[in-house]
Each structure stands twice: as structure tokens, then as C-alpha cells.
């Protein structure tokens, strides 16, 4: 029987591993997975919603793709977006726990991944209140949140504005200097 290329890791074995890695990598149950890349309509969207976020939500850190969000022992990705309220993150950090708000953005080749896997780690996570879904196909956004009883609930938005958080974001900044109408 083969072994895998990259054999199952667990959370500190992937950080180590990853480190001396030349690509970004993903864990997703200790599965190492590549980290895909994307288009400048995705770069460009994840710009305006990192930005976006960090001037309506004020008291908070936002952070691109740079970083990558530990969502549960085995589970460690780069969010698009990931935002951490009323915690200090060093300056140094690679790695941010306490995320309260992670968005993808959507691109073909992780759109399944992104909806189903993605989503359901991410509810997992106690910290986490807001899960945002960026679509590039059209003007769409799906945002998961946590109410105070600690349920889901998925609001779909196809129009001039989305909430995130109680805030209210624009479409048009959102999708500014794309062509997706």
C-alpha cells in the first residue's frame, strides 16, 4: 500500500510543516490541501469587503488572506476575510483564534468546498459569529449568523445593501471595480 504524499497531520504537525512549505496549505481534518488561488475579481471584492468591515465594525481587527484562522484542533484556514473583536492579536501572529466574523469569497474551483465544508467547520467554532458568502457570479451574499440563542440562520441578500453584525454594508462598495452586475 502507497503512503500519502503528504501524510495526515495533526494542528501543530501542519503549522511546523507548512512553515518550511514555499505554498499556502489548508487543514481540514487533517488533510493537508492546497490553497487555491484566485481571479482579480476575487482579489478585488476580498479587498472591499476587508475594508468594509474594519470601517463599520470600528472596535475590531480585520484581516485578509495573510493569516490563517484556527477553527478547531484539526482545522486551520485562510479565510478571505477574517475579523477579531476585543482581542489583541500580535503583530507576529500567523495564526488567529477568536475569530468572530470569517468571509469567502466564492471562485469555481472552491465554490462546493467553500459552501458545505467550509461552512459547517465554521459553525463549529464558539467564537465565530458571522459566516459571509461572497458570490462572483452574480450580486449575492449569504450571511450565516448566531443569534442569541445560538442557532444558525442563513439570510440571503440580492439587493443595494447586506447585514453583517447589525451593520448594514453596500452593495455597490462591495462589488466596486468589478463588472458582476
Not at 488567529?96 to 471562485?107: D, P, Q, R, Y
Request: hydrophobic share 45%; proline share 2%.
Amino acid at each position: 500500500m502507497k503512503e500519502p504524499v503528504i501524510p495526515q497531520l495533526d494542528g501543530p504537525q501542519f503549522l511546523a510543516w507548512e512553515q518550511a512549505q514555499t505554498a499556502r496549505f489548508e487543514l481540514h481534518r487533517g488533510f493537508v490541501m492546497a490553497f487555491a488561488g484566485g481571479t482579480a475579481a476575487h482579489a478585488q471584492i476580498a479587498f472591499n469587503l476587508q475594508s468594509l468591515l474594519g470601517r463599520a465594525l470600528g472596535d475590531c481587527r480585520t484581516f485578509g488572506s495573510d493569516v490563517k484562522v484556527k477553527v478547531a484542533e484539526d482545522i486551520f484556514y485562510y479565510a478571505d476575510v477574517a475579523v477579531v473583536r476585543g482581542e489583541a492579536v500580535d503583530d507576529e501572529a500567523t495564526v488567529l483564534t477568536g475569530a468572530t466574523i470569517a468571509c469567502e469569497v466564492l471562485s469555481r474551483g472552491t465554490r462546493a468546498y467553500d459552501l458545505v465544508e467550509k461552512r459547517a467547520a465554521y459553525r463549529g467554532l464558539a467564537t465565530l459569529n458571522a459566516y459571509v458568502i461572497v458570490h462572483t457570479d452574480r450580486r449575492r451574499v449569504e450571511v450565516d449568523e448566531r443569534n442569541r440563542d445560538g442557532a444558525w440562520q442563513t439570510l440571503t441578500f440580492d439587493d443595494a445593501a447586506f447585514d453583517v453584525h447589525g451593520r448594514t454594508l453596500p452593495f455597490d462598495a462591495l462589488y466596486e471595480r468589478t463588472s458582476i452586475e
